[in-house]
């Protein structure tokens, strides 16, 4: 079946460091791919995403590109903030007219000041 | 906007009670509400799916005897977690969208922030 799978957190950087979150995802057919992001104590948000292959989903500084080659979806950010500190998810829907997420394990980041 | 809210945000119970977790939207009509399940370092796992005035669709291998769920209006949905034993202890989230299964697309979700439920 189809699945996602993420690296492991917690991520520790340092402000202004790159950040790359791997994330790997396995679907028949044409997924469209995205990464929800979770601050404390709210609910997960959609942070961008990636319905065909080679698209790039961006936000917020955030980028990922949709490599069919190698079923990945990572994402990356140029100069992280104290303010990302949070749990990233990556996840498949199948199919762009989808109601079904499929979600990774999610990947907690911490940025120090 | 679209805000969904989850009460309570955690609960303690003994085995072999009941408990209820609330969902509402508070700024849309929420045609369709989802409920996850997620245990520790774990994924999100789709329970069920419910739209608005009609019985839930729930995924294989969840019972849905045991996870009861109301969704009466457009702005609230219930999990009802019957009998609840230990094993049922983990990190419900549920989540609402405009739009009525299974039509809409999947990013037109918006989630709330969870509850977590410990069965001592």
């Known amino acids: 079946g189809n699945s996602v799978t993420q690296m492991e957190g917690p991520v520790t950087l340092s402000e202004e460091a790159f950040l790359t979150i791997n994330c790997t995802y396995t679907a028949t057919g044409y997924p469209s791919l995205f990464w929800y992001v979770q601050y404390p104590g709210e609910g997960l948000q959609l942070l961008l995403k990636a319905t065909k292959a080679d698209d790039k989903g961006s936000n917020k500084g955030f980028e990922a590109t949709y490599r069919k080659e190698t079923t990945s979806f990572h994402l990356e950010k140029g100069s992280v903030q104290v303010s990302d500190s949070a749990v990233y998810f990556c996840?498949?829907?199948?199919?762009?007219?989808?109601?079904?997420?499929?979600f990774g394990s999610g990947t907690r980041l911490l940025v120090r000041p | 906007g679209a805000v969904v809210s989850q009460h309570p945000s955690w609960v303690i119970c003994k085995s072999g009670t009941s408990v209820k977790i609330e969902c509402r939207s508070l700024?849309?009509?929420?045609?369709?509400m989802f409920w996850y399940r997620q245990f520790p370092k774990q994924s999100l796992m789709l329970m069920a799916t419910?739209?608005?005035?009609?019985?839930?669709?729930?995924e294989q291998g969840v019972e849905k005897d045991k996870f009861l769920i109301n969704h009466a209006s457009l702005t609230l949905s219930t999990l009802t977690v019957t009998s609840a034993h230990p094993e049922d202890s983990s990190f419900y989230i549920c989540?609402?969208?405009?739009?009525?299964?299974?039509?809409?697309?999947?990013?037109?979700?918006?989630f709330g922030p969870g509850t977590r439920l410990t069965v001592l």
């Open positions: 996840a498949l829907s199948e199919g762009d007219s989808s109601y079904k997420l499929i």
């Open positions: 700024d849309f009509q929420a045609t369709t």
């Open positions: 419910s739209n608005e005035g009609s019985k839930a669709t729930y």
């Open positions: 989540s609402a969208s405009p739009g009525r299964y299974p039509t809409r697309k999947a990013d037109t979700q918006y």
